[in-house]
């Protein structure tokens, strides 16, 4: 029943795209400033149907229909009501028809916030979109349905992957899929502006908010998946450089350099082409990542969703909307001209835009290098945290440099001297940073300069907040900047202060570490209505500062799909978390222990979610202006 | 005619990068355990963890049915799956057990088949995993069933458990 309901929407959303698409190119050609009311009304037709669809799937995993191939693979009867609603998305059919639901969403969100655009401009955007959305509807129809039937029917079901068994991971994809699906809309604009010849200013002003919207869900998408990694995988840190991590800053990287020069566009009327291009090249990166992760071709954690005959789909996808949209670029381009005076705003927003390249293409280079190597050549390699620490590190530097100074600038010509004020403050950060090495010790070249230069740009933004006090517009920068100024000041530290050890303990027997004591006091099993857990009391005294702190890591056993996961026990304090995870060793009391103290754990994701805080408030102003 | 070389050149990138992309998914065969079955499995020669003997794709061509089973000490599934090892160790004489052992320490593995009986015919390192790599393996444990033709019969992804163990016999009788 849920099935049928399920497949007759999406064909819905087929005929409706392909009747969207056939009105609107008749309406391009109709001379007057109105889109035609059915236009409209197709559109908000298209978008129940989708909404529709999707809450269809919804109940079949609520009310655990297990006729539903999808739901009997990725779900049972005695799956938590959150983690029934979760697994939705938690698998590839499910998520791919989530991306459709967000394509359809922002196509008509679009179409209606953007009245006082131009609507040859607007009716090519809304054509192109539908073009996507009839690409990911054919896939999803030939090759991930996720209405599809199985009989005779089971009476119970697989199970959902119980890594994903997270609050975290319940709701990493869809802000993710906001963030990179959300790029979607700019592209078909981006083409929108070329072929209208609706540029400029004006063009700045019709895709900004949602450049902002994406940037926030990315920025947030990208943060919770990190946790999750930290938290459930056990991998304890905060970046690992694996390939699907990689593939999820790509698209990160163009739309933060995007979400700086639509600004240029904005006041100055210039970098149009420039725009352009990032608008393009943020989904067709976003796109490429789904490709990269989808399609097995890269080897992670993300394997549960791959197949290569998606991948082979997505690739087709990928060809053609690359060919398209560089054959309109080569036709329509505009060249700009553009002659900055140095000491200008848009100067420095320039050269911010070139360091977001640089650091997207080393990463691309970094993840596509051993793709490239295996196919060519047959030779297996990975490129690891080493590269990227040698690449990016002496990058960051003038980067954050110029993120302190580049603010201060006036857009045109500034006249002010900043060098004063730059030695002051650098001053200043030196002083702090003889307090750090006198805190903590000594520690290396590069995590020194990072962290003056991290401070440097901490102080500027503190100096910001005291003259910005009448200026709201100058608030979500402030904000943003100096959330990117904590996050790199927190890893600089936490890179070089992390204490990370592992050891064999059995019940009962102590292990003495630099200042900490570990007592393995006790285990004991317990049974959840999923799972079986295997829970282990640890008692971490800090002879140092006499404190003490329990921790209880735990191995569960789920029986659907029966599989084993480590959870580990994480204190998280203020200044550092404690971090113990335990894993059996086969026919022996012995467990292995892994015990880590990373100092301000806490503060990388605080400063990660103030980033994103950063474009919620841009948002919210915007909203009040309007 | 004007050439615009910025043209070709990004032209060009794009086509060898999706070609790149193509070959890869092509070569991904390795990574999709639903393809494997039907094909006759890659050449390898790994050494015996006992004694260096050298166990090739030839040795398993004495086999009516060999049973490759990649697993690791530090693994812990694959203690899970070890009862139904040693059930097809003990009663079927028809089927051979190939034991990969993948990124481990000799000690280790020693110990581990000390303590939970030693199931298989024949137990080979593959310390740095390239061969089970060949052999399409992305997780551990993992298991292949072939034939006397190395053809693969049946693939098993993560631990094998009672239904398994039963298609396995049921594929051997």
Aim: with cysteine; charged share 15%; glycine share 6%.
């Amino acid at each position: 029943m849920l099935s049928n309901i399920g497949s007759t929407l999406i064909f819905c959303i087929l005929s409706l795209s392909i009747l969207i698409i056939y009105n609107s190119y008749v309406d391009i050609k109709i001379k007057n400033q109105l889109i035609k009311k059915s236009i409209y009304n197709l559109s908000l037709l298209q978008t129940t149907a989708t909404v529709m669809s999707f809450f269809t799937l919804v109940a079949g995993f609520i009310f655990s229909d297990f006729s539903i191939v999808n739901v009997y693979e990725n779900s049972h009867s005695d799956k938590p009501l959150f983690y029934k609603v979760a697994g939705t998305w938690g698998n590839h059919e499910g998520s791919l028809l989530l991306w459709i639901n967000i394509l359809v969403l922002f196509s008509y969100l679009f179409l209606i916030y953007n009245l006082k655009h131009n609507k040859k401009f607007r009716l090519y955007t809304l054509i192109f979109q539908n073009f996507l959305i009839i690409g990911f509807v054919i896939f999803l129809l030939l090759n991930s349905n996720p209405f599809s039937l199985i009989y005779p029917v089971p009476s119970e079901g697989l199970g959902l992957n119980p890594i994903l068994q997270d609050p975290a991971l319940a709701i990493h994809p869809p802000l993710l899929y906001v963030g990179f699906v959300g790029c979607s809309i700019y592209f078909s604009a981006a083409i929108g502006s070329m072929l209208s010849e609706y540029n400029g200013k004006r063009f700045a002003l019709s895709i900004k908010p949602w450049v902002q919207i994406s940037w926030v869900f990315q920025t947030l998408g990208i943060t919770v998946g990190s946790i999750w990694a930290y938290y459930e995988l056990g991998w304890g840190g905060f970046w690992f450089w694996d390939p699907v991590e990689n593939a999820s800053l790509l698209p990160w990287f163009a739309i933060s350099a995007l979400m700086h020069s639509v600004m240029v566009l904005e006041k100055r009327n210039t970098l149009y082409e420039w725009v352009i291009i990032l608008c393009l090249l943020t989904f067709i990166l976003s796109v490429m990542g789904t490709f990269l992760v989808r399609s097995g071709i890269l080897n992670s954690v993300h394997t549960f969703a791959s197949d290569p005959s998606r991948g082979l789909y997505i690739l087709i996808f990928l060809s053609l909307m690359i060919f398209t949209s560089l054959i309109i670029f080569f036709k329509k381009r505009k060249k700009d001209e553009y002659n900055f005076n140095p000491n200008s705003k848009e100067t420095f927003i320039l050269a911010n835009n070139w360091f977001m390249i640089f650091f997207l293409v080393t990463v691309l280079i970094g993840t596509l290098y051993p793709i490239f190597l295996d196919v060519l050549t047959n030779i297996k390699v990975s490129v690891g945290p080493p590269f990227y620490n040698i690449v990016i590190i002496p990058f960051v530097i003038p980067f954050l440099l110029l993120m302190a100074i580049g603010p201060q600038i006036s857009w045109i010509n500034s006249k002010k001297n900043y060098l004063l004020k730059t030695i002051y403050i650098l001053g200043g950060a030196l002083v702090i940073n003889l307090f750090l090495f006198y805190f903590f010790g000594s520690y290396g070249f590069y995590s020194n300069l990072i962290l003056i230069i991290a401070t440097f740009l901490i102080l500027h933004l503190i100096i910001d907040v005291k003259k910005s006090l009448k200026k709201k517009f100058e608030y979500p920068r402030i904000v943003s900047h100096l959330g990117f100024g904590f996050l790199v000041f927190f890893i600089g530290i936490n890179y070089q202060h992390s204490v990370e050890t592992d050891f064999n303990l059995r019940v009962g027997e102590t292990q003495k570490l630099n200042n900490y004591e570990i007592f393995f006091e006790n285990i004991k099993i317990e049974k959840n209505k999923n799972y079986k857990s295997v829970i282990g009391d640890f008692k971490i005294i800090d002879l140092k500062k006499n404190y003490v702190q329990y921790l209880s890591p735990e191995i569960r056993i789920y029986a659907k799909p029966e599989t084993l996961t480590y959870e580990a026990a994480i204190k998280s304090r203020i200044n550092s978390d404690l971090y113990l995870t335990m894993s059996n060793i086969s026919r022996s009391d012995f467990y292995n222990i892994k015990f880590q103290n990373k100092p301000f754990m806490i503060w990388i994701w605080i400063s990660a979610l103030m980033i994103a805080l950063g474009g919620v408030l841009q948002l919210m102003l915007k909203k009040n202006e309007n | 005619m004007k050439i615009n070389f910025s043209k070709i050149i990004i032209f060009s990138f794009v086509v060898f990068l999706i070609s790149v992309f193509w070959m890869g998914l092509k070569n991904n065969n390795n990574y999709n355990t639903k393809n494997l079955t039907g094909s006759e499995i890659s050449s390898f020669k790994l050494p015996s963890i006992y004694n260096g003997d050298i166990i090739s794709d030839e040795t398993l061509k004495q086999n009516q049915f060999t049973l490759i089973n990649f697993f690791a000490s530090w693994c812990a599934p694959c203690r899970l799956e070890h009862k139904y090892l040693i059930k097809l160790a003990n009663h079927n004489k028809d089927i051979k057990i190939l034991g990969i052992n993948f990124k481990d320490k000799k000690k280790n593995v020693i110990n581990f088949l000390n303590e939970l009986d030693d199931p298989y015919d024949y137990v080979v390192e593959d310390q740095d995993g390239k061969t089970s790599i060949l052999f399409g393996i992305y997780g551990i444990p993992e298991t292949i069933l072939i034939n006397k033709e190395l053809i693969i019969i049946k693939k098993i992804v993560g631990p094998i458990d009672k239904k398994q163990f039963e298609e396995i016999l049921n594929f051997i009788q």
